[in-house]
């Protein structure tokens, strides 16, 4: 039997929803038109400074001390845009000045650039992200925010090729370089998100998709205690898993705990060590330094940074609740690759109320996360075995063709305008995973 009384509360939400939106766009359109004078004058503003500067574009960043992840990347790639465009100038601020942010990364960034008052790009920025698109369009000739109210910072990931230097990365691994002794040289370090960094931020949205529990970080550990010859092995954990890591890794003395309550991650890590990571945010910033990376649980697939050649990808696998049928490559992407989203950073509503899960990392087979940290480990060798093709505009670096079927596979997938993100692709696909379906 219809339910008429529950389609027509379905006809009316839409109607509410979209009367909500439409009014929205209203005051947005009200308020383009009331700062007019504003954006008229930074137009002119940057067109004279411009002139005076030999045609220099100009683009600001305001960095946030919030998240570790941004407070990484988003200086390391207008360090790049500089170092590969000298017809461009950056303004750059810090947005926070209550909050100390990491220490080591505000001091790669006092050593890169030159930080101004924050007040002034925060007004600039403003009337740029409001102003409406006829002056946007016209502002943009001269000047605009490398992260505006419409774009993220994925669009940026090809200026973060690993081969590339620039001064912020230069300055990072200077200070991370002090890290290498005899005792720390070729370590892993394993730095898995779990919710307890965040469980107290009102601030950062809970994203238990994203989190790894005792029992991942058990799983990870147990697989490197294997890898011959023994490697040292560093756990960057927390307080809540401390006890039980203890007792359990007590007895094994290549085995040590370093909580990040206590230790910054930025003095464990350095060019030698190999990173097995789930965490975007440390992911980020060993991206940013091109660090050998190995990437579990990272999802959504769109935004791989598949620009960091230093890396391998044991990418996390989708499946449907309950299914129980033999594991499908095809199918995997289908899922992946299932919301209209364009970005489909919001797991709850594009996965998981579709009936779509992630794979626990405890429950990815041993033998392909052993095969995955051989891999990663012996990362500079497999790099000079690669080839390249050029598909869709993307290019891609393959070393079998396994590899080259999932590339092409990714990038057919990929929505249109996300594309260009890819544009680059040199990120090595484990080859144990691919060789798990066959």
Same mark, same amino acid.
């Given at each position: 039997?219809?339910?008429?009384?529950?389609?027509?509360?379905?006809?009316?939400?839409?109607?509410?929803?979209?009367?909500?939106?439409?009014?929205?766009?209203?005051?947005?359109?009200?308020?383009?038109?009331?700062?007019?004078?504003?954006?008229?004058?930074?137009?002119?503003?940057?067109?004279?400074?411009?002139?005076?500067?030999?045609?220099?574009?100009?683009?600001?960043?305001?960095?946030?001390?919030?998240?570790?992840?941004?407070?990484?990347?988003?200086?390391?790639?207008?360090?790049?845009?500089?170092?590969?465009?000298?017809?461009?100038?950056?303004?750059?601020?810090?947005?926070?000045?209550?909050?100390?942010?990491?220490?080591?990364?505000?001091?790669?960034?006092?050593?890169?650039?030159?930080?101004?008052?924050?007040?002034?790009?925060?007004?600039?920025?403003?009337?740029?992200?409001?102003?409406?698109?006829?002056?946007?369009?016209?502002?943009?000739?001269?000047?605009?925010?490398?992260?505006?109210?419409?774009?993220?910072?994925?669009?940026?990931?090809?200026?973060?090729?690993?081969?590339?230097?620039?001064?912020?990365?230069?300055?990072?691994?200077?200070?991370?370089?002090?890290?290498?002794?005899?005792?720390?040289?070729?370590?892993?370090?394993?730095?898995?998100?779990?919710?307890?960094?965040?469980?107290?931020?009102?601030?950062?949205?809970?994203?238990?998709?994203?989190?790894?529990?005792?029992?991942? +970080?058990?799983?990870? !550990? /147990?697989?490197?205690?294997? =890898? *011959?010859?023994?490697?040292?092995? @560093?756990?960057? %954990? #927390?307080?809540?898993?401390?006890?039980?890591?203890?007792?359990?890794?007590?007895?094994?003395?290549?085995?040590?705990?370093? +909580?990040?309550?206590? !230790? /910054?991650?930025?003095?464990? =890590? *350095?060019?030698?060590?190999?990173? @097995?990571?789930? %965490? #975007?945010?440390?992911?980020?910033?060993?991206?940013?330094?091109?660090?050998?990376?190995?990437?579990?649980?990272?999802?959504?697939?769109?935004?791989?940074?598949?620009?960091?050649?230093?890396?391998?990808?044991?990418?996390?696998?989708?499946?449907?609740?309950?299914?129980?049928?033999?594991?499908?490559?095809?199918?995997?992407?289908?899922?992946?690759?299932?919301?209209?989203?364009?970005?489909?950073?919001?797991?709850?509503?594009?996965?998981?109320?579709?009936?779509?899960?992630?794979?626990?990392?405890?429950?990815?087979?041993?033998?392909?996360?052993?095969?995955?940290?051989?891999?990663?480990?012996?990362?500079?060798?497999?790099?000079?075995?690669?080839?390249?093709?050029?598909?869709?505009?993307?290019?891609?670096?393959?070393?079998?063709?396994?590899?080259?079927?999932?590339?092409?596979?990714?990038?057919?997938?990929?929505?249109?305008?996300?594309?260009?993100?890819?544009?680059?692709?040199?990120?090595?696909?484990?080859?144990?995973?691919?060789?798990?379906?066959?």
């Amino acid at each position: 039997m219809i339910d008429f009384y529950k389609i027509n509360k379905i006809i009316e939400f839409k109607k509410v929803k979209f009367l909500i939106r439409n009014f929205k766009k209203f005051l947005l359109f009200t308020y383009s038109i009331f700062i007019a004078p504003f954006s008229i004058f930074i137009f002119s503003y940057f067109k004279n400074r411009s002139q005076k500067n030999n045609n220099q574009r100009f683009i600001s960043l305001r960095i946030t001390k919030k998240y570790f992840g941004h407070q990484a990347i988003e200086p390391a790639i207008a360090s790049s845009i500089i170092e590969n465009n000298k017809n461009i100038s950056f303004l750059i601020s810090y947005k926070e000045k209550n909050i100390s942010g990491n220490k080591k990364l505000n001091m790669i960034i006092k050593n890169t650039f030159d930080i101004q008052d924050d007040i002034y790009l925060f007004f600039i920025e403003h009337i740029y992200n409001y102003s409406h698109n006829f002056f946007i369009l016209k502002i943009k000739k001269f000047y605009y925010p490398l992260i505006s109210k419409r774009e993220r910072e994925f669009k940026y990931y090809p200026e973060l090729l690993s081969e590339k230097n620039f001064l912020w990365k230069k300055n990072a691994l200077n200070v991370i370089g002090k890290n290498i002794s005899k005792e720390s040289k070729d370590n892993i370090v394993i730095a898995l998100r779990s919710k307890h960094f965040h469980q107290h931020s009102k601030k950062v949205k809970p994203q238990p998709s994203r989190d790894a529990d005792i029992n991942d +970080l058990i799983h990870i !550990i /147990d697989v490197c205690e294997e =890898i *011959n010859p023994p490697q040292q092995i @560093i756990c960057y %954990s #927390n307080k809540s898993f401390e006890k039980k890591l203890l007792s359990k890794y007590i007895k094994n003395h290549n085995i040590s705990i370093a +909580l990040q309550e206590e !230790i /910054d991650i930025l003095d464990l =890590i *350095n060019g030698s060590n190999l990173l @097995i990571s789930n %965490s #975007n945010g440390i992911g980020a910033a060993a991206f940013a330094m091109g660090l050998k990376t190995l990437y579990l649980q990272h999802s959504p697939w769109h935004i791989w940074c598949t620009s960091h050649s230093n890396s391998i990808m044991l990418p996390i696998e989708y499946k449907k609740t309950k299914e129980r049928n033999k594991r499908n490559l095809n199918n995997i992407f289908n899922l992946a690759f299932y919301p209209s989203d364009e970005i489909p950073i919001d797991f709850e509503l594009n996965f998981k109320n579709k009936n779509i899960q992630l794979q626990a990392i405890k429950n990815i087979d041993k033998d392909i996360i052993k095969g995955s940290i051989e891999e990663a480990i012996n990362l500079d060798y497999l790099n000079l075995r690669k080839k390249s093709e050029k598909y869709l505009e993307c290019l891609f670096h393959y070393e079998n063709e396994l590899e080259r079927e999932f590339w092409i596979n990714y990038i057919n997938r990929l929505p249109p305008k996300i594309k260009y993100w890819h544009k680059n692709i040199k990120m090595n696909i484990s080859k144990s995973f691919l060789n798990s379906f066959y």
